[in-house]
């Protein structure tokens, strides 16, 4: 149904030229379903953007650089003050909207000469993302690295890379995992891996550095994986369910974690399209941008049919989205954990670890299986691990093969 609104409109003041981009903007904010006060707030701003455009007597073409910043910033002093901030996110989103229609044009944004730790920033980003295929959030952290190593070894100014040493690294890594909250894996050493691998590729250096980088010293963990019994898996499922597009939502992803044993980013990474309802399987966007295609189990595809028909929303052809307007896909995979410990707080189970993690149900599935009979290749193939060192940590919870190949205990006298 279109969208009206009595009073204040953008169209009734906005230059003629202006009217057919007004409407058309408000009726998608309706469709994305924004309340109606906050519907009149957008109403409100545009009308302050639209009669500034009038009383300035511009036209066609005219909404370009400087000009636009000052019937912007002539918008935003109207009136209302004590929205301001909410002025500012209207505005820019209705200029977007006219930026996207080619009738406005923002001010080119000053050119900026770039520093030397810039340059190498953005090369080393090439590199990552063409030659060696990395997700934008390893991408993210790798860069991350660099900088810290740089402003470390070089400080606010970049030096001859030439110059940096074996032990420079060494320095580097010890000040890094000596930190008072050390980092839960070995990520740090395989970071500054990369990078060195690339000055050196790149011919920034002479040297290959990387081959001097240390191992962190972690030993191999003598704890069995932490996992749930699957009667506790199946409260914490129950618990988060509520007959509301919340519950709905945080039920089906709870179950998709449980049923399939996926790992946290690749559950929001679900499109719609990913899942054949004829054949009953779905697609997982697993790590390094491999695709592999799994069984939909039944329960699993249920809580997702209930959730598309009775709670979701928006545009999006993402699965699962924000219950907030304009319901967007979510920028992390933190969602997970938190609703994962809102179900450990509603039923009262104690966790079987201090951090509480996505990962815990992925490691109670393997565990479940393995009880049941199912062999380390089938886990594997569950899990969709790459190597079979990965799936040999839970060979730890097969007592009775463990037995089978343990050599006897020597007793004296020679015999066992």
């Known amino acids: ?51 500034e455009v009038a009383r300035r007597g511009l036209g066609h073409g005219q909404l370009v650089g400087q000009m636009l910043s000052k019937v912007r910033a002539v918008a935003l002093k109207g009136k209302y003050p004590n929205e301001y901030n909410k002025k500012i996110y209207c505005v820019e989103r209705f200029i977007d909207a006219l930026v996207e229609a080619g009738v406005a044009e923002r001010p080119k944004p000053t050119k900026k000469v770039p520093t030397a730790l810039e340059r190498l920033q953005a090369e080393y ?75 050196f590729w790149s011919g920034k250096t002479k040297r290959d ?48 974690l449980a049923r399939l044993g996926l790992r946290a980013p690749e559950v929001i990474s679900i499109q719609l399209d990913d899942i054949d309802w004829r054949a009953g399987t779905i697609l997982i966007r697993g790590k390094g941008k491999r695709h592999d295609r799994m069984p939909l189990p039944e329960d699993a595809g249920k809580a997702i049919v ?22 967007r896909p979510f920028l992390d995979a933190q969602i997970l954990n938190t609703v994962l410990r809102a179900a450990f707080k509603e039923t009262g189970l104690r966790p ?24 380390l290749d089938e886990i594997g193939d569950v899990l969709r691990h790459r190597s079979r060192a990965s799936t040999a940590i839970y060979a730890k919870h097969d007592i009775e093969g463990l037995r089978s190949i343990a050599r006897a205990w020597p007793v004296e006298g020679g015999r066992a």
């Open 209 to 256: 550095l990387a081959s001097s980088l240390p191992r962190v010293a972690t030993g191999r963990a003598s704890h069995l994986p932490r996992s749930l019994k699957p009667e506790e898996i199946e409260r914490l499922i129950d618990a988060v369910w509520a007959p509301d597009a919340i519950g709905r939502r945080n039920y089906a992803m709870l179950m998709i």
């Open 306 to 327: 209930d959730y598309v028909r009775n709670g979701r929303r928006g545009s999006s052809r993402t699965l699962f989205v924000s219950h907030k307007v304009p319901h």
């Open 352 to 375: 079987p670890q201090k951090y509480i993690g996505s990962h815990l149900l992925r490691h109670s599935l393997a565990t479940d299986m393995l009880r049941k009979g199912a062999s």
């Open 125 to 199: 980003e090439v590199y990552l993302r063409e030659q060696r295929g990395l997700t934008e959030a390893t991408i993210y952290h790798c860069v991350r690295f660099l900088d810290r190593f740089m402003t470390f070894r070089f400080g606010e100014k970049l030096g001859n890379l030439n110059d940096i040493t074996p032990a420079d690294i060494v320095k580097f890594l010890c000040d890094v995992m000596g930190r008072k909250i050390s980092y839960r894996d070995k990520t740090p050493p395989t970071h500054l891996r990369s990078l060195f691998r690339f000055l």
């Open 1 to 51: 149904m279109p969208w009206t609104v009595k009073k204040p409109t953008a169209a009734d003041v906005s230059p003629d030229w202006l009217r057919p981009y007004c409407t058309p903007f408000l009726q998608k904010l309706a469709d994305q379903g924004y309340a109606p006060a906050t519907m009149r707030t957008y109403a409100g701003a545009m009308a302050l953007f639209c009669q």
